[in-house]
């Protein structure tokens, strides 16, 4: 018997990274593969703007995925990113079939369904479609909020609170067409916060309040959880790439600034004790230019602050409070590893703020391990948890959802 198998591709704006993962006999995921391949300009903010350029990254991080691994794979769980990508809150209310004049119905999973597609009946523009619905909980006849579907408890009325994710209709048709031209398909598409969210947070944290802010090249995903669900999602066109092209305003090559990131940036300092003067080459390597780290780090803090200042930004405008976040902000992505970025964030936002790393896998591989691959590890749970979910479903609910569905519209039509 061949064992479950998941994939999960992150398609970034400067890398496409493709994690595969084997499920053992417990239950447990070891990562066997894992790819990594840049995309060099066809993505830009995170949207496909070059269909065979971007495809040929893609297949290139899965190659080398399945190359490292025993297993070939045809579908992954993929992530998405974008300004595009926009979530907010919705509810529905049903009212629960009674069983007599006397007595109250039993709520059904055909109840928690029809409650759900009630609260998504909002008008969305043409270009957008539904990417994600996520459960945020339930109420029956005014009661408190349950976390868990109450099938089975007797009801009048029942209500569902859903938090909706949705994306531009074109990218996302344009990523599934990038998927297929890699050879593979889409298995299932997900918000790119929420996956990094679920392999760097932790349950606790999603309870008592928490930002996940993935900050990769060109976008900074964004998600705020509280009570243990999604409570806000957003994108801000903003990354690390803005601190890149802040130090190529001073009239060097993008590999030099690279190289400055990398090196000599510490935004806990804006400069060294002896100021040290660095030599970076010109446009064209015809030339040097002498700079001091002092102004390296200064360029690189404002930049670096002007990116924290939107994540405070977006979190203000959406009603967030520093009282709702006890856990703080976990950073993960690339830019994540800046060193002094956790630094400048606490200080500008005002709680703490940490590097997280994936987590919930076999970490024994050495294949992952840093917060760039949060996404695609977030992926491959995610996918393997919908699978769990569907087993428990089929087995709790053996009539089956489209038995379910079935009875519902003969209860409706007498």
Not at 202 to 221: N, R
Not at 353 to 363: C, I, K, T
């Amino acid at each position: 018997m061949n064992p479950e198998i998941h994939a999960g591709i992150d398609v970034g704006s400067k890398n496409v990274i493709c994690v595969v993962a084997e499920v053992d006999e417990e239950g447990i995921l070891h990562i066997t593969g894992a790819g990594k391949a840049p995309t060099s300009g066809s993505v830009i903010e995170g949207v496909i703007v070059d269909l065979p350029g971007a495809a040929q990254a893609v297949s290139a991080a899965i190659e080398e995925a399945e190359s490292l691994s025993s297993w070939k794979i045809a579908e992954a769980a993929v992530s998405i990113s974008g300004s595009h990508v926009r979530g907010f809150p919705g509810r529905g209310t049903v009212n629960v079939e009674r069983e007599d004049e006397f007595v109250s119905g039993k709520v059904t999973w055909m109840d928690i369904e029809d409650a759900t597609e009630t609260a998504q009946l909002i008008k969305l523009p043409r270009e957008s479609m539904v990417l994600r619905t996520e459960k945020c909980g339930y109420t029956i006849d005014g009661s408190s909020r349950l976390l868990r579907p109450p099938v089975g408890l007797r009801a009048e009325r029942l209500t569902a609170d859903i938090y909706m994710v949705t994306a531009d209709r074109t990218a996302v048709l344009n990523l599934e067409q990038v998927i297929r031209d890699a050879g593979k398909n889409v298995s299932e598409l997900y918000p790119s916060a929420f996956a990094s969210a679920r392999s760097v947070l932790t349950p606790d944290e999603m309870e008592i309040g928490v930002v996940l802010a993935d900050i990769g090249a060109e976008t900074t995903d964004i998600a705020v959880f509280h009570s243990g669900v999604l409570a806000h999602l957003a994108v801000i066109p903003c990354g690390g790439e803005s601190i890149t092209r802040a130090l190529q305003a001073i009239r060097i090559p993008r590999y030099e600034a690279e190289r400055l990131k990398t090196e000599y940036i510490d935004l806990t300092r804006k400069s060294k004790p002896d100021n040290t003067e660095i030599t970076v080459s010109s446009f064209g390597g015809r030339s040097t230019i002498p700079i001091t780290d002092e102004a390296v780090n200064e360029i690189a803090y404002r930049s670096a602050g002007n990116l924290i200042g939107d994540i405070l930004c977006e979190l203000k405008q959406a009603g967030i409070q520093e009282s709702d976040l006890p856990a703080g902000i976990v950073l993960s992505g690339g830019t994540s590893y800046l060193r002094g970025l956790t630094s400048i964030a606490a200080r500008i936002i005002g709680i703490p703020v940490e590097v997280g790393s994936p987590a919930g896998v076999d970490m024994s591989s050495s294949l992952i391990g840093n917060a760039e691959y949060a996404n695609a590890v977030g992926l491959v749970l995610l996918s393997h948890e919908e699978e769990n979910e569907y087993e428990q479903r089929r087995v709790t609910n053996p009539l089956g959802i489209a038995a379910q569905r079935l009875k519902g519209l003969i209860r409706k039509l007498r």
